[in-house]
């Protein structure tokens, strides 16, 4: 029988290979036995970098203090783009191939904030375009809005604009140093409700989590009113709860037609 081991270094060289890796051996040899001395001799180094008399280390960087002060200085939609791409504090961006800003209709009257990238928006560079982006896409079909509809747009970005490793849920520090970012970006998108798709989305502005509690009541976030609904990945595991799906669209529909 396969151990799990073997699954999980699978799907490691897996995540390897979507990286790039295309070889498993460097040009040269490593003698690995090295490297503990040569770590050793790095220490004294270090020691006395901390002596009297020698300058201080650089002081720690605080990411989400510069992630506020970057997003502040970003006047529109491009600079914030700008910004996030400049952006060097978060470890994400060193594994993803794209970074997935917004796709949508910018100044749409409902702003989607999923949870991160996938494959393939990594791939593509734009928000909800792999199997859950359609479904998706069809849930807004359905009470007659989309992406690329000028008569009736949205608006669509994620908690983080870096695909995770593997897809893995997102860590506290990484969405503490972003939310900066989507802050801002829904303040210079001016929509004039959220959606929040999925349970990271709620985490990150509404400090809570329970998607299945959460969905189809409208509330607050960001200073706008805040639908709360199921991600389109959990449907496409869960079909049956397409039904409540539903509802929250025409809840959605009711609220644009009556506001
Ligand atoms: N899931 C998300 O939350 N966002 C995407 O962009 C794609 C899948």
Not at 36 to 62: C, F, S
Request: hydrophobic residues 45%.
């Amino acid at each position: 029988m396969e151990s799990a081991t073997f699954h999980h270094d699978l799907a490691l060289l897996d995540w390897q290979v979507e990286l790039g890796a295309t070889e498993a051996i460097l040009d040269a040899p490593v003698n690995r036995y090295d490297l503990p001395a040569a770590t050793a001799a790095a220490k004294p180094a270090k020691a006395a970098a901390a002596k009297p008399g020698r300058p201080a280390p650089p002081p720690k960087v605080d990411p989400v203090a510069v992630a506020e002060q970057a997003a502040a200085a970003a006047q529109d939609l491009d600079a914030l783009r700008a910004v996030m791409a400049a952006f060097e504090h978060c470890e994400l961006k060193k594994g993803a191939r794209n970074l997935v800003f917004s796709d949508g209709i910018p100044g749409a009257p409902v702003m989607i904030v999923g949870e991160a990238p996938g494959r393939d928006e990594d791939r593509e560079g734009k928000p909800f375009v792999g199997r859950a982006g359609q479904l998706l896409d069809k849930m807004l079909g359905a009470i007659d809005r989309g992406r690329t509809r000028e008569d009736s747009p949205v608006y669509i970005t994620n908690v983080l604009p870096w695909r995770p490793p593997q897809n893995r849920d997102p860590k506290p520090d990484e969405i503490a140093m972003m939310k900066p970012f989507l802050l801002r970006h829904i303040a210079l998108a001016q929509p004039k409700v959220l959606v929040l798709v999925g349970n990271w989305s709620c985490q990150t502005l509404l400090g809570k989590r329970g998607i299945t509690r959460l969905r189809g009541e409208w509330t607050q976030a960001a200073g706008l009113p805040a639908l709360p609904i199921f991600h389109p990945a959990y449907l496409l595991r869960s079909p049956g709860f397409k039904r409540e799906a539903w509802a929250d669209l025409l809840s959605l529909k009711a609220h644009l037609r009556n506001g």
